[in-house]
């Protein structure tokens, strides 16, 4: 070994023993089983709020599908490019508003998110009585820049409550609160457009659905914890343990910037691969919520019917959402989980695409469940990754930004490319999306490898790392000789 080697060695072995001992203290202090009892304080009270709002959220944004195939597109005389617009006039005000994450770093969760749920609520329920698409677009427009803030910050909220190895069953299971709501737009649908007194059905759809989400806003102001700190269904040592526990490993001051880490969050080519994973991820995301009721009404079902068929493809997609979510976070292993969901997802979509055969309803309804239950669990494992690999708080906010804001625009590719003139098979925009997700089988794979070479060239200059171990990177974020990136 040479000099410099032998001075590398000692230099790494002298900082592995002050982290050691510097960290053994703060895992002293925050014992294993106040870790549990903190756990479970934030799951019961705090999580499922922010996952009914994640429901509330979708079920706003992804009713316009079920409205048109209740009849709103015709009853309103729109042509396929105007109903277009309607739709991507919420995504172009969504990516527009999607840097305002970073207001929660700054204001009161529960005053902030209180008023985004009401906002958001109120212009649903306007939807129900609009006469033109000028009136339509208007309202989705306001739709997309209360619920813009909300989408993007709810994971990183959840990165103030939860450790990285924590993380990803949380996220996951508040991501796959989309499917869910889906799962409920399609039953609601079914059972709301049977009203035939009054106002039109899909009037009725709006206005049902989005009196909820207004009520709901009251629940936010008085039981959403603002952080670890102002949780009130803590003692006030309780507050200190959860507060000391987000204190190390990957976390910093939630009123603080950190706007070198930020920068650097943006420069990451790690952030630049999740965002496209996103991308083509979201293209389904947004194409199946607006247009999976039309592409089964198209298979030779009524409009009723095809409201119906939706909702059990949706409860199985969120049903693996929480299944990858928990071998993932007991695994660790992201990246081939992603790729293992976008295999599905790609097969589903090669099936509706290839087969054009309105005698085989029966092998595009399974093209319909494959492509569904593929996509949504992949995007969910996908931002829990990136949030996993971002050290500090501030470059996870950048990270999930970038993320946001880039991968949002898919949305507006997926408004386009199931017109009605495509009907019945759909192909163009099935064939699009089968390439997305056999790219993100690349993309995923490709990233696991290239951090798994960086972890091991961390292993040679710095030694091995003991998963338990914990240590603050709040200066050096994910560059901290002891971090490693997760798989």
């Given at each position: ?7 590398k ?8 023993e ?12 925050v ?39 209740a009849?709103?597109?015709d ?26 994450v ?118 936010v ?55 496209l994973i ?72 090669l ?63 997926s408004?386009?490319?199931f ?59 994910d ?9």
């Amino acid at each position: 070994m040479s000099a410099r080697d032998t001075e590398k060695a000692t230099l790494a072995s002298g900082q592995l023993e002050h982290l050691e001992t510097k960290d053994t203290a703060v895992q002293e202090f925050v014992t294993d089983k106040e870790q549990a009892h903190l756990r479970r304080a934030f799951d019961r009270r705090m999580l499922p709020i922010v996952c009914v709002l994640y429901v509330l959220s979708y079920l706003d944004r992804g009713n316009i599908g079920n409205a048109k195939t209740a009849g709103a597109q015709d009853d309103l005389g729109l042509s396929s490019s105007q109903w277009t617009w309607v739709l991507n006039a919420f995504y172009i005000c969504y990516v527009c508003f999607e840097w305002t994450v970073l207001l929660w770093k700054l204001l009161p969760a529960h005053i902030y998110v209180a008023a985004l749920c009401l906002g958001w609520g109120a212009m649903a329920m306007c939807a129900s009585s609009v006469h033109n698409m000028a009136g339509l677009v208007a309202v989705r427009c306001l739709l997309g820049i209360f619920e813009a803030s909300f989408g993007a910050g709810a994971p990183y909220y959840l990165s103030l409550f939860y450790q990285r190895r924590e993380l990803a069953k949380r996220v996951s299971l508040l991501l796959g609160m989309s499917p869910l709501a889906n799962c409920f737009a399609g039953a609601l649908a079914y059972g709301i457009t049977q009203i035939k007194h009054g106002i039109e059905p899909w009037r009725w759809l709006f206005l049902i659905e989005g009196l909820p989400t207004v009520l709901f806003a009251l629940v936010v102001f008085f039981f959403l914890p603002d952080g670890p700190g102002h949780a009130k269904f803590l003692s006030e040592g309780e507050q200190t343990l959860a507060i000391e526990r987000m204190q190390t490993k990957d976390r910093t001051a939630k009123n603080k910037v950190h706007w070198s880490q930020f920068f650097a969050g943006l420069r990451d080519y790690r952030n630049v691969v999740h965002t496209l994973i996103h991308f083509m991820c979201n293209y389904s995301f947004a194409g199946l919520s607006n247009f999976l009721p039309t592409i089964i009404k198209d298979m030779g079902y009524s409009s009723v019917n095809a409201q119906g068929l939706t909702a059990p493809v949706y409860l199985a997609s969120f049903l693996l959402c929480v299944l990858a979510a928990v071998v993932s976070d007991r695994y660790g292993r992201r990246g081939f989980i992603v790729a293992a969901f976008a295999t599905m997802g790609c097969i589903g979509y090669l099936l509706l695409a290839i087969v054009e055969n309105e005698e085989r309803t029966g092998v595009r309804y399974l093209g319909v469940w494959l492509a569904v239950c593929g996509v949504f669990p992949a995007l969910c494992i996908n931002i829990t990754w990136l949030l996993n690999n971002n050290g500090g708080d501030s470059k996870r906010g950048a990270g999930l930004a970038i993320l946001a804001t880039f991968g949002q625009c898919s949305s507006f590719l997926s408004s386009a490319v199931f017109p009605k003139s495509d009907a019945p098979f759909y192909t163009k925009g099935c064939a699009i999306g089968c390439g997305f997700t056999g790219s993100i089988v690349i993309l995923s794979l490709g990233l696991v490898f290239t951090l798994h070479a960086e972890n091991k060239k961390k292993d040679r200059l710095h030694g091995p790392v003991d998963e338990s171990m914990q240590f603050d990177i709040s200066e050096e974020g994910d560059k901290h000789p002891m971090f490693r990136y997760l798989l």
